[in-house]
């Protein structure tokens, strides 16, 4: 894997709207670092951090059907999540499709390039 790969990669979890906070400051961080020790530190860290982050398709089922999500995407957006949830897992997902686990999922996937 290129640096280049690898920034783009850690790139996509800064950028995805729904990545947590905790996601994003280390993205940004390890992006600050770019080409000094501490970017390499930070690498070795790197997977964990997307294991950590990546939600599972039972998860999402479960905040879906939950009053924190009815209050943070109304009944209709708290449905149609749950919805395209189900749909995903009867077609075999394992995780959630949403941008921070898609690029979650993508730096889990090539971990053994990574560490």
Wanted: proline fraction near 3%; hydrophobic fraction near 45%; charged fraction near 25%.
């Amino acid at each position: 894997m290129t640096p280049t790969q690898l920034t783009q990669l850690v790139q996509a979890l800064l950028d995805a709207p729904t990545s947590n906070a905790t996601v994003k400051e280390f993205a940004q961080s390890w992006i600050n670092a770019e080409g000094t020790p501490k970017q390499e530190e930070l690498t070795k860290q790197l997977v964990s951090v997307a294991e950590q982050n990546i939600a599972l398709i039972d998860e999402v089922i479960d905040y879906a059907r939950s009053e924190l999500a009815t209050q943070s995407l109304g009944e209709e957006g708290a449905a149609k999540l749950l919805q395209h949830a189900k749909d995903l897992k009867a077609q075999g997902a394992e995780f959630c499709d949403c941008q921070a686990c898609v690029a979650a999922k993508n730096i889990i996937d090539l971990k053994a390039e990574i560490v």
